[in-house]
């Protein structure tokens, strides 16, 4: 089982790259410029499926994440409360990124985009 690489210069996840003119595998930093040879050719993907159950827990527990930004400028539609949390996201079938809103009302939990 492959391990999961990290960056030297800037210590976030190296990404598997291909260079099509040596025809070799590199590891690649998003963040920095810094590329490393891979010492294996094989690469793991790992997709996780969600039921459509899950989803809504997710973006319910949005609203008690405290790394999100909140706002107090805007009244929900639902219940009125004042405080929401907010964050930018591409919504499906959208081109380009879409501001959506989460009431903090535990009772509530509301959607809603801008």
Known sequence: ??????????????????????????????NCDHQEA??????????VHHSAGERTQILQDVAADPTLPRTKSVICANCKHGEAVFFQATARGEEGMTLFFVCCNPNCGYRWRD
């Open 38 to 47: 891979a010492e294996d050719n094989c690469v793991y993907r790992n997709e």
């Open 1 to 30: 089982m492959s391990t999961m690489k990290f960056c030297r210069e800037c210590n976030n996840i190296l990404y598997p790259k291909e260079d099509r003119e040596q025809k070799i595998l590199l590891y690649a930093c998003r």
